[in-house]
């Protein structure tokens, strides 16, 4: 996923965003029936019976209570434990502590720290349980408690904008239910609402995990007045915004509001955030990539984020989803720590889209396109950068920089990203430029006549409160053939045939329709050399072997193009494949390499990845020399820092699978193009 940013934050922590919501429970506030909680339920009695009567005893609608659980946990009780997100039962009441920050990793020097703990929003818990009259453990562990709890809050909230009386009709509830998301923005908070209605809208009925089943009926004829969320008084989070004038074309509405560059220890100069001072492109060190992402966040949320310098990550612009405004947020000579692989991304300017690589094109609004594009199309042409997939990446495109690395990396924007729309909106379309049965093909399949199913599998217990709705819940979440960027890929020319398997996510076995396996996902815009080709098929060199995929003149999902490619020199078996461009030892000085207790950053091949003979695979450009630039103290005061060490040995970048990866030049030869 998804799948946040170059270090995605613990779930516990995600709250942090929505600080601290504007309506907590007080000395104004309406209590409901809050004298004595009721005899414990018998042991026959059921969810669904709790359900019943905590929503006759507080007057809430029971299909909003029970709509307003399903989108929270759907109904799941988890024994009494809690959440990732410090959540507890089937209303999701919250409760966090400074055992689970520390636990988390959070120190108290994080700007968040203390306000958590303050936060209505991480102790609902305690909340409801000052409405119930009873201990907030009755509220965490006892499911019967818990709902009656959550219903408590929702008739609180509702009463709490409604001058102390209680909605007349369903839709009246609809604001209550947008305040229980505990978010501090409108967007987020209507969104919650939004998809509670939907589930009142559709329905639904499942067996928990611990048996219980549980039917909610459709309601009809909702109309909910989605302005009534104004009702709430939620404030906007978003950090200052500064007077400098952003790097921007005059097309764009762009504003800055600096990303943190803050020294957060005094006795350690090392330990700063969030990103490396530079001078690109000037020297070495020049702007060869522009990486998208999708922020797994809020715009607001995304924003608060990069400017605690705890975090650990940044990027140079921020997209906003509902009207393509950009937010610059670090100059774009200065390295933004972006996609946890430093040879490229100290060569790359990162661009953040606010969407959720798990919910595939539902927030790339067409706004969120074309700012994001006029944004591109300016920095290729202000730092030459090709307008091709070689340089127009995707985070998914860049590969692990280590062994354990290559499975870990993000993979966003995801499935659901238009390539072939997107590169329409550059003026550089992916098209044919090579007669057909070309050697070499490019990804097209057409985004909207191409559905592919795909699932998503998140634990069961790692709700994450922000952004409220935008969850997964089981495994695996199915998308049902939505509209792709991708063709699956096939180890024979046969679609009952196993989907390909890269050796670092399926060690053993097939390849998944996961959408975070993108081991079998040949993405829109990359190219290909051909290995083979049968009636409806073709076969691409793919990670070190064929891989088939369906491409018929009735339904083609490639087209033939012309690109220069490598192959292994004459009489190498295999060469060894890299995902990093780091230079030879020798580059290091001796006091540098003193200074650093050691070499540092050693050029190390991938040992599942290699290029074996007979082998052929799209050169993504000229060759170039290895680098790897070091920033090391916040006041530049290292020996050699903020120096951009440049090696003698030469690689090529190439289209290795899904990802780019690197070959010694001096182990290939280059086939020109055409």
């Known amino acids: 996923m998804h799948h946040p940013l ?3 934050r613990t779930p516990a922590l995600a709250a942090a965003f929505t600080l601290l919501a504007g309506l907590s429970v007080g000395a104004g506030t309406v209590v409901a029936h809050a004298a004595v909680p009721p005899e414990p339920a018998a042991p026959a009695a059921t969810r669904q019976a709790e359900f019943t009567a905590a929503a006759h005893e507080f007057g809430v609608p029971l299909p909003v209570l029970e709509a307003v659980s399903y989108y929270e946990t759907r109904w799941e009780a988890h024994a009494g434990q809690e959440n990732a997100e410090a959540g507890y039962g089937p209303m999701n009441l919250t409760d966090l502590t400074t055992a689970e920050l520390d636990a988390d990793g959070l120190t108290t020097q994080s700007t968040r720290y203390a306000p958590l703990l303050t936060a209505p929003a991480e102790h609902t818990a305690p909340a409801a349980a000052q409405l119930l009259g009873v201990d907030a453990a009755a509220v965490r562990g006892d499911e019967a408690q818990n709902i009656r709890g959550g219903a408590a809050l929702l008739a609180s909230y509702a009463k709490g904008y409604g001058h102390g009386r209680l909605p007349h009709s369903t839709d009246g509830w609809y604001a209550a239910a947008a305040r229980y998301s505990q978010s501090t923005e409108n967007k987020v908070a209507q969104a919650f609402a939004d998809g509670v209605w939907d589930t009142l809208r559709t329905g639904a009925s499942r067996t928990t995990q611990d048996g219980q089943q549980i039917t909610l009926a459709p309601t009809a004829r909702l109309h909910p007045d989605r302005a009534d969320v104004r009702k709430l008084g939620l404030k906007d989070v978003t950090p200052p915004r500064s007077s400098a004038k952003p790097e921007c074309p005059k097309s764009l509405d762009c504003d800055m509001i600096p990303g943190a560059y803050t020294l957060l220890d005094p006795s350690n100069l090392a330990d700063y955030g969030s990103h490396d001072l530079a001078d690109r492109p000037n020297g070495s060190l020049d702007i060869r990539y522009i990486t998208l992402h999708t922020t797994d ?6 924003l608060d984020l990069f400017n605690d310098p705890t975090y650990a990550a940044g990027a140079h612009y921020v997209v906003r989803s509902e009207d393509g405004h950009v937010t610059q947020m670090i100059p774009t000579k200065d390295i933004a720590w972006d996609s946890a692989n430093r040879s490229f991304y100290q060569h790359s300017i990162g ?5 959720w690589a798990t919910h595939g094109g539902a927030w790339f609004s067409e706004d969120l396109y074309r700012s994001t594009a006029q944004l591109v199309k300016y920095l290729a042409a202000k730092y ?4 091709d997939r070689a340089h127009i990446l995707g985070h998914d495109n860049v590969p692990g920089s280590s062994e354990s690395g290559v499975a870990t990396q993000h993979w966003d924007p995801g499935p659901g990203w238009d390539w072939e729309h997107f590169f329409d909106l550059l003026g550089a379309p992916i098209r044919a430029t090579a007669p057909q049965g070309s050697d070499v093909v490019a990804i097209r399949p057409g985004y909207a006549r191409n559905p592919q199913t795909t699932t998503y599998c998140d634990d069961v217990q790692g709700y994450k409160r922000f952004p409220g709705p935008y969850r997964s819940f089981d ?9 792709a960027n991708f063709v699956p890929l096939y180890t024979a020319p046969s679609t009952s045939a196993p989907l390909v398997a890269d050796p670092y996510l399926h060690p053993t076995g097939a390849g998944t329709d996961a959408m975070n396996d993108w081991g079998d996902k040949a993405p829109a815009g990359e190219e290909y050399v051909v290995a083979d080709r049968q009636p409806g098929w073709t076969a691409i060199w793919w990670g070190g072997r064929e891989a088939w995929l369906q491409d018929s003149p009735q339904h083609p999902t490639t087209v033939p193009v012309t690109a220069a490619r490598i192959v292994p020199k ?3 078996a295999s060469v060894p494949v890299y995902t990093t ?10 006091d540098f390499v003193a200074f650093e207790g050691g070499t540092p950053r050693a050029q190390l091949a991938r040992a599942k990845y290699t290029v074996a003979a007979g082998q052929s695979y799209v ?3 000229p060759a170039v020399n290895t680098d790897s630039y070091f920033a090391i103290y916040y006041d530049g005061s290292a020996p050699y820092d903020q120096h951009d060490f440049v090696g003698q040995t030469k690689v090529y970048e190439i289209v290795y699978n899904h990802r780019m990866a690197f070959v010694n030049a001096a182990d290939v030869d280059v086939v020109p193009a055409g």
């Open 6 to 8: 170059r270090h995605r």
């Open 297 to 302: 966040e809020t715009y607001d949320g995304t």
């Open 351 to 355: 661009i953040e889209q606010e969407a």
């Open 384 to 387: 030459d950068i090709p307008l």
């Open 475 to 483: 495994c695996p979440v199915t998308s049902a053939d939505a509209p």
């Open 570 to 572: 004459a009489g190498k």
């Open 581 to 590: 461009a780091y230079p030879e030892a020798s580059v290091y000085p001796a």
């Open 619 to 621: 050169a993504g450009g």
